[in-house]
């Protein structure tokens, strides 16, 4: 005798295979909703599975649109006539194809007002649910049960299925069984929203970027008025909206890098990648490898296949800076891309099509080295199509002072110095100096000079002693220290009325009466 009720043996064989397939199926749902980035071909899969394994007529997913309140049927099973069949282009097309001419009934409405299940055994008994769901339902009674999907704990939508009904169906654990689904779908959603909100950070972030790129190199931007200067303006905007390779040769430090990128960012491929390597910093057994890439296998460390500069710059411009220190095996590979836009990766034998412009850049003349036999002179033609001069800052003695200006405008905004000008003496030793390391000697030194001011004026005791020793700088004359003195002496005085604006009786009284002295004399 048994004092309880027990199942016979085959009910409850079906009660554990039900509950087996129902865990199956939440695995493959979980496999659905994480294999794709786009939520609906997931969705429609989920669908299908609860369909194939269930007993679901029918299925649908409905969202409630975050601006305007609006409820969207964004996944169906049936879908709706002219939606696609196949759940891997299930994504494709209008966002609300699964959905169009399905409203969500009264119950779906207030299952995702309330957050709160619905559970409806027989359909038959609710007329108005009835009516609503008659035109896309299979003959014979069917169950109704709708369980809100949940985003950060609140309701945004709901899974509504329908299935048939079946007098011995446990509906509480069947609510059950579909709370976790639409669980799941809620935490798919949520992992969506968050990626699409940083793809959206990412793409505004590049075009911010971009634009500051754009602006920053732009000709307006680009400092100097001499006729020198200009010349280079004025090949750099001929020859910037099109395709043709460009060598730029000058000394170093006289903004090479700044050239390019201003042909870059005024071209047709300003929205592609500049990639810049510098030549002379890579070792000749790597240079080869990190221009053209390399395949698995290659050599000791070559783990995995890897792309060089080259594919990086797919589509933009690769700017190879002292191209005069590459090495010659390299040039030949070199010069083949320049013809034939296509190379082999390092110890493979796939050809590799690129669309890549070339900037090239060196210091060095590049014609002894044809001679010595260390620069190929048809790579050399290659390069030279359309060739820029830089002029060093000794021939542009105009720009030095504009060059001076615009960097302590730069690095007092950057140390948060109150510095405004330059004083004369120091403008005449920056006009006087040589300059042999150009623009880039040049900011250096009003850096240094704009963190050891502690005033608002720049003044000669500022500047570095090269600046100030008769060997590197024209500007010092042997005086005696009377004349020093007066010199100095003015140059306050000077400085004082320049902050004054002229006016004497704003000046402290030891300066006007050294003024006053000054003027005796």
Same mark, same amino acid.
């Given at each position: 005798m048994t004092r309880g009720r027990v199942e016979p043996k085959d009910v409850a064989a079906d009660r554990?295979?039900?509950?087996?397939?129902?865990?199956?199926?939440?695995?493959?749902?979980?496999? $659905?909703?994480?294999?794709? &980035?786009?939520? *609906? /071909?997931?969705?429609?899969?989920?669908? =299908?599975l609860l369909e194939q394994h269930h007993s679901v007529v029918n299925a649908a997913v409905t969202l409630r649109?975050?601006?305007?309140?609006?409820?969207?049927?964004?996944?169906?099973?049936?879908?709706?006539?002219?939606?696609?069949?196949?759940?891997?282009?299930?994504?494709?097309?209008?966002?609300?194809?699964?959905?169009?001419?399905?409203?969500?009934?009264?119950?779906?409405?207030?299952?995702?007002?309330?957050?709160?299940?619905v559970v409806i055994p027989d359909i038959d008994h609710e007329p108005l649910l009835k009516a609503k769901l008659g035109d896309r339902s299979k003959p014979g009674?069917?169950?109704?049960? $709708?369980?809100?999907?949940? &985003?950060?704990? *609140? /309701?945004?939508?709901?899974?509504?299925? =329908?299935?048939?009904?079946?007098?011995?169906?446990?509906y509480d654990r069947s609510a059950k069984f579909f709370g976790v689904v639409a669980s799941m779908i809620g935490q798919a959603l949520k992992v969506q929203k968050l990626i699409e909100a940083e793809r959206q950070r990412l793409v505004d972030e590049n075009v911010h970027l971009r634009q500051e790129l754009r602006e920053r190199y732009d000709f307006s931007n680009l400092v100097g008025t001499s006729n020198a200067i200009r010349q280079v303006y004025e090949q750099v905007a001929q020859v910037a909206r099109t395709s043709t390779t460009v060598l730029i040769r000058g000394e170093s430090g006289t903004g090479k890098e700044l050239i390019a990128h201003a042909i870059h960012y005024n071209s047709l491929r300003a929205r592609k990648p500049f990639v810049k390597v510098s030549c002379g910093a890579l070792p000749d057994t790597l240079m080869e490898s990190e221009l053209f890439g390399y395949e698995k296998g290659a050599f000791t460390?070559?783990?995995?296949?890897?792309?060089?500069?080259?594919?990086?710059?797919?589509?933009?411009?690769?700017?190879?800076?002292?191209?005069?220190d590459i090495n010659l095996p390299t040039q030949v590979k070199l010069l083949r891309v320049l013809q034939e836009r296509e190379f082999e990766r390092l110890g493979g034998t796939e050809t590799v099509k690129v669309n890549v412009r070339l900037i090239a850049a060196t210091n060095k003349a590049l014609e002894p080295a044809i001679e010595g036999g260390t620069f190929r002179e048809d790579l050399y033609y290659r390069l030279n199509v359309f060739t820029i001069f830089v002029p060093p800052?000794?021939?542009?003695?105009?720009?030095?002072?504009?060059?001076?200006?615009?960097?302590?405008?730069?690095?007092?905004?950057?140390?948060?110095?109150?510095?405004?000008?330059?004083a004369t003496p120091a403008i005449d030793m920056l006009m006087s100096y040589h300059w042999p390391g150009n623009v880039r000697e040049l900011e250096n030194t009003i850096e240094r000079a704009v963190l050891v001011c502690d005033g608002h004026a720049i003044h000669a005791h500022h500047?570095?002693?090269?600046?100030?020793?008769?060997?590197?700088s024209d500007s010092y004359v042997s005086q005696s220290l009377k004349d020093a003195t007066d010199a100095y002496e003015r140059d306050v005085i000077q400085d004082a009325l320049k902050t004054a604006r002229g006016n004497r009786a704003?000046?402290?009284?030891?300066?006007?009466?050294?003024?006053?002295?000054t003027s005796r004399s």
């Amino acid at each position: 005798m048994t004092r309880g009720r027990v199942e016979p043996k085959d009910v409850a064989a079906d009660r554990r295979a039900a509950e087996v397939r129902k865990l199956s199926t939440l695995v493959e749902i979980s496999q $659905a909703l994480a294999g794709t &980035l786009d939520l *609906r /071909p997931g969705l429609h899969r989920a669908l =299908e599975l609860l369909e194939q394994h269930h007993s679901v007529v029918n299925a649908a997913v409905t969202l409630r649109d975050e601006e305007n309140g609006d409820l969207d049927v964004i996944a169906s099973n049936p879908r709706a006539p002219g939606a696609p069949r196949s759940s891997a282009t299930a994504g494709s097309g209008n966002g609300n194809a699964a959905g169009k001419g399905r409203s969500p009934d009264h119950v779906t409405d207030q299952v995702i007002r309330t957050g709160r299940s619905v559970v409806i055994p027989d359909i038959d008994h609710e007329p108005l649910l009835k009516a609503k769901l008659g035109d896309r339902s299979k003959p014979g009674h069917r169950s109704f049960i $709708a369980v809100p999907i949940l &985003l950060n704990r *609140r /309701p945004a939508g709901a899974l509504t299925v =329908e299935l048939a009904f079946k007098s011995e169906r446990l509906y509480d654990r069947s609510a059950k069984f579909f709370g976790v689904v639409a669980s799941m779908i809620g935490q798919a959603l949520k992992v969506q929203k968050l990626i699409e909100a940083e793809r959206q950070r990412l793409v505004d972030e590049n075009v911010h970027l971009r634009q500051e790129l754009r602006e920053r190199y732009d000709f307006s931007n680009l400092v100097g008025t001499s006729n020198a200067i200009r010349q280079v303006y004025e090949q750099v905007a001929q020859v910037a909206r099109t395709s043709t390779t460009v060598l730029i040769r000058g000394e170093s430090g006289t903004g090479k890098e700044l050239i390019a990128h201003a042909i870059h960012y005024n071209s047709l491929r300003a929205r592609k990648p500049f990639v810049k390597v510098s030549c002379g910093a890579l070792p000749d057994t790597l240079m080869e490898s990190e221009l053209f890439g390399y395949e698995k296998g290659a050599f000791t460390d070559a783990h995995a296949r890897r792309k060089g500069r080259f594919e990086m710059a797919e589509g933009g411009t690769l700017f190879l800076d002292e191209i005069g220190d590459i090495n010659l095996p390299t040039q030949v590979k070199l010069l083949r891309v320049l013809q034939e836009r296509e190379f082999e990766r390092l110890g493979g034998t796939e050809t590799v099509k690129v669309n890549v412009r070339l900037i090239a850049a060196t210091n060095k003349a590049l014609e002894p080295a044809i001679e010595g036999g260390t620069f190929r002179e048809d790579l050399y033609y290659r390069l030279n199509v359309f060739t820029i001069f830089v002029p060093p800052l000794r021939e542009r003695k105009t720009d030095i002072l504009l060059c001076a200006d615009h960097f302590l405008q730069k690095f007092a905004r950057e140390h948060g110095k109150a510095i405004r000008r330059i004083a004369t003496p120091a403008i005449d030793m920056l006009m006087s100096y040589h300059w042999p390391g150009n623009v880039r000697e040049l900011e250096n030194t009003i850096e240094r000079a704009v963190l050891v001011c502690d005033g608002h004026a720049i003044h000669a005791h500022h500047l570095p002693p090269t600046l100030q020793t008769a060997t590197s700088s024209d500007s010092y004359v042997s005086q005696s220290l009377k004349d020093a003195t007066d010199a100095y002496e003015r140059d306050v005085i000077q400085d004082a009325l320049k902050t004054a604006r002229g006016n004497r009786a704003r000046l402290p009284r030891a300066v006007f009466k050294a003024s006053w002295m000054t003027s005796r004399s």
